[in-house]
């Protein structure tokens, strides 16, 4: 909805919704700060794919890695038509689905994004009914601010839209709603029963990290799928996927959906300028960019060198981020989309970078799950996922990592302490998250040192824990040396019997 500025005395009349051209009365000789020229930007690769990409959705990750799609982060991939649900019919069937069901959403006003004021919450939420209402309503209300520039609707939304964060006193406060992170186990999933290409189960593929998930929510909200209802303006501010993670995006039905990324090369390059652009806000709330609340137009970060690719996302079509890759993006009007992360083995390297990220910002990002745990799960049902012979050498290598270094980090722990007790997990079993480190707030899978003195344990890469002039330090293990060796030997031996 437009809200009258506070700078704006007189009260906007009420205009009939046919001509959905007409401009605001407010600025009606005025041009809008931006031009199509501010935003020729370069498009995302698109790929298109056929009903085979379903059967093996990991096999075409795989070669989208090995031409080089890595350098751009993300890829769009055109579904074949006779997958794509009618819009109609689409939001009836999703009526249905979330009939007595109300959805909350994020409140969020135009004109206070760049500043990355933390969103409003509509908790009383509303029906799927009521949300489709309010979506139209403002689509069929709104008026152009300034002076139309172009007739392709998407590209005049697009000068709109980032001239109003850009330049917020101009303009009168727009405010939109956006039902986002609905986890589709509660909610609904958009996709109809039987059809191809559902989300849920993309992660049970082969060459697929998470096969080895087996409860339906063991990662709620990673590796189950999420649903979007989306309005005009209603947008998602730049950031990347925990832990460096690929996502699919599907846009199942309504209006185009643009979005903005930058290509993994140019990561490190962005985040310095936004540390630098909100190093003053950072200082009241140090995890800014981990909020996701900051709206930073395409034209600010090209003018200090930081590349953007661009594209319209409509029904049918799939988004894949590749890594380390920044995204941002806005609806053009009502749609519904779904996603969720993915984890192909070429992600293993991403890990470390994103943990390593994480500890140089102070820890105030989470890591979501350690990866030993994953790793761990893979050796433990080696004979019922599967993997390519390429996916099998990669986890090896990772595996071998990891185990080299919890021996070196052990082996120092025994050295620098006098009289360390190594206790042995009664359950191996117990889940990764019961142990968390006080040091970094992460947890420890496979081992952590416990001083009995302070009763304090942490990672044992920290080696110190605590100030005791005398600690009684004991090395808790879930696994002991010679178990990793032998479970690095079963990797070894899938790796020699799995064919080219």
Known sequence: MIRASKHTKKQKKQKNCDDFTEHHQKLLLERFPYTTKDFQLKEIPIVNI???????????????????????????????????????????????????????????????????????????????????????KFECNHRLQGLREVSNQIRQNEIEFWSIIDHPTRFDDIEVEYAADLLATKYATGFQEGQLGNLSGINKNRNSIFQVL???????????????????????????????LNSMNYMHAGAAKTWYAIPPSYSDKFLQYFNKTYENE????????????????????????????????????????????????FSHGLNCSEAVNVA?????????????????????????????????????????????????????????QMMDSEISN????????????????????????????????????????????????????HQSICACSNPQISLYIRYNNQELQMMLTTLESKLKTTGS
């Open 410 to 461: 052990r082996n120092c722990i025994l050295t620098l302490y006098d009289n360390v007790k190594t206790v042995e997990f009664v359950n191996k079993q117990e889940k990764y998250d019961r142990s968390v480190c006080k040091i970094c707030s992460n947890y420890m899978f496979l081992s952590y040192i416990f001083c009995g003195k302070c009763i304090k344990k942490g990672c044992i890469c």
């Open 282 to 329: 950072r200082k009241s709330n140090p995890r800014l960019l981990y909020d996701i609340t900051c709206q930073i137009s395409p034209v600010e970060l090209i003018e200090n060198g930081i590349p953007i690719l661009r594209t319209d996302q409509q029904p049918g079509e799939l988004i894949l981020t590749l890594g380390a890759t920044y995204h941002a993006g």
């Open 214 to 244: 087996q409860e339906k929510n063991e990662m709620s909200g990673i590796s189950v799928p999420w649903l979007y209802l989306g309005m005009k303006y209603a947008n998602f501010c730049w950031h990347k996927e925990d832990l460096n």
């Open 50 to 136: 056929d009903k085979g990409f379903f059967v093996d959705p990991f096999k075409t990750i795989d070669e989208l890695y090995s031409k080089g799609f890595e350098k751009f982060g993300i890829v769009k991939l055109i579904v074949p038509q006779d997958l794509i649900v009618p819009n109609k019919k689409f939001f009836s069937l999703l009526e249905s689905k979330l009939k007595g069901k109300r959805i909350q959403t994020r409140i969020q006003t135009l004109n206070t994004q760049r500043a990355g004021e933390i969103f409003g919450s509509n908790t009383l939420g509303f029906t799927i009914q009521e949300y489709m209402n309010l979506a139209n």
């Open 344 to 400: 192909p083995t070429q992600w293993l390297k991403e890990f470390d970078k994103a943990t390593t990220e994480y500890r140089m910002d102070g820890n105030l990002k989470k890591v979501s799950f350690p990866l030993e745990w994953l790793l761990c799960k893979v050796v433990l049902m080696a004979e019922e996922v599967k993997f390519t012979k390429q996916s099998w050498l990669k986890i090896f290598e990772k595996f071998k």
